[in-house]
């Protein structure tokens, strides 16, 4: 069984379209994360939730706008897709906050054409 | 702010030994190290929260040094399992403790040959 999973795994979209990729996860963690990971690797935090609570909204635009229904599900919906936000997009979880261990999903690879 | 990691890359021969750096000009709440595999995602190795700290994993470890402002990983007879890319993520001490807000490093290229 996949401890975290993200959907779509590849995504292919037109720059203004509007997008969302789904995370999951069944290990039963309270906390979950959003990370971009953009073409040089360079990884970056945007998001996290605990217990479907926003704790962490970095500087990203408000474009991004981040979901939780329930604390298993982290889903990031992007509104009016550029050019640079193409990259990886990782989902995480931790079973608290960071000086937990992070569990990351396989990615979602996004390219805005 | 974003620590510093060094070297940027490094080729191994298997067996041969390295370490990869992690620097902070800030005071830092913890060191986490993480490896990812091309096309992968990143994979934890370790936390460090306390200074002085020394942890292992098999043959690689980490210490973290008593001002907590640095972190070294250590591997030791690299395997050409060991090749990736290596993160360190960091919390600053000046946050109040743990928030989830890692900032990564750059990552250390490893490379390790037959």
């Known amino acids: 069984d996949t401890a975290v999973s993200q959907t779509p795994k590849y995504l292919v979209t037109q720059m203004g379209n509007d997008k969302s990729i789904k995370c999951e996860q069944n290990?039963?963690?309270?906390?979950m994360y959003w990370y971009k990971q953009d073409s040089k690797k360079f990884l970056k935090i945007m998001f996290s939730?605990?217990?479907?609570?926003?704790?962490i909204n970095e500087t990203v635009p408000n474009r991004f706008s981040p979901k939780s229904p329930d604390k298993a599900h982290l889903n990031l919906h992007i509104n009016s897709l550029e050019l640079g936000d193409s990259a990886v997009y990782f989902c995480?979880?931790?079973?608290?906050?960071?000086?937990?261990?992070?569990?990351f999903g396989p990615g979602t690879r996004l390219l805005v054409l | 702010q974003q620590p510093v990691q060094s070297p940027q890359a490094v080729i191994l021969r298997e067996g041969e030994d390295a370490v990869i750096n992690c620097s902070s000009s800030?005071?830092?709440?913890?060191v986490h190290w993480y490896r990812q595999k091309h096309g992968e995602a990143p994979v934890f190795l370790m936390i460090?929260?306390?200074?002085?700290e020394q942890k292992g994993h098999e043959k690689i470890s980490a210490s973290f040094n008593e001002k907590k402002q640095q972190s070294s990983l250590y591997l030791t007879a690299s395997q050409l399992s060991y090749s990736g890319t290596y993160f360190c993520?960091?919390?600053?001490?000046?946050?109040?403790?743990?928030?989830?807000?890692?900032?990564f490093g750059k990552g250390t290229k490893l490379s390790v040959k037959p």
């Open positions: 995480a979880s931790s079973l608290g906050t960071v000086w937990e261990t992070q569990y």
């Open positions: 290990l039963g963690h309270d906390t």
């Open positions: 939730y605990n217990n479907k609570e926003l704790i």
């Open positions: 800030k005071a830092l709440y913890s």
């Open positions: 460090l929260l306390k200074g002085g």
């Open positions: 993520g960091t919390e600053r001490a000046d946050y109040g403790g743990s928030q989830g807000n890692l900032i």
